[in-house]
Nanobody, 114 residues
Framework: VQLVESGGGLVQPGGSLRLSCAASGSIRSISAMGWYRQAPGKQRELVAR???????NYADSVKGRFTISRDNAKNTVYLQMNSLKVEDTAVYYC?????????WGQGTQVTVSS
């Protein structure tokens, strides 16, 4: 499974961004996809995840502001981020779960700053 993220960038507080993650390879075996982030000096943390059947879960810090969705026809998962805060600044990574194996994208930088 290969994952390619896009959509990061610089945005002011209160702004919005949409991240995309395009999957290729053995995509039929993917059971869950998600977004993680890692800020400087901090551990990587789960932001949002979507599981087969469209069940979703979110970190408490992003509930009500971020939405994860997917387009099966395009093999793509999205993360719509609204009302961004300075503390959302991080490298965002796409993740795919296949059985017990995890796959990661290269990461995309999101910077929230005035």
């Amino acid at each position: 499974v290969q994952l390619v993220e896009s959509g990061g960038g610089l945005v002011q507080p209160g702004g919005s961004l949409r991240l995309s993650c395009a999957a290729s390879g053995s995509i039929r075996s993917i059971s869950a996809m998600g977004w993680y982030r890692q800020a400087p000096g901090k551990q990587r943390e789960l932001v949002a995840r979507i599981i087969s059947g469209d069940s979703t879960n979110y970190a408490d810090s992003v509930k009500g502001r971020f939405t994860i969705s997917r387009d099966n026809a395009k093999n793509t998962v999205y993360l719509q981020m609204n009302s961004l805060k300075v503390e959302d600044t991080a490298v965002y990574y796409c993740n795919a779960l296949v059985l017990i194996f995890e796959y990661w994208g290269q990461g995309t930088q999101v910077t929230v700053s005035s």
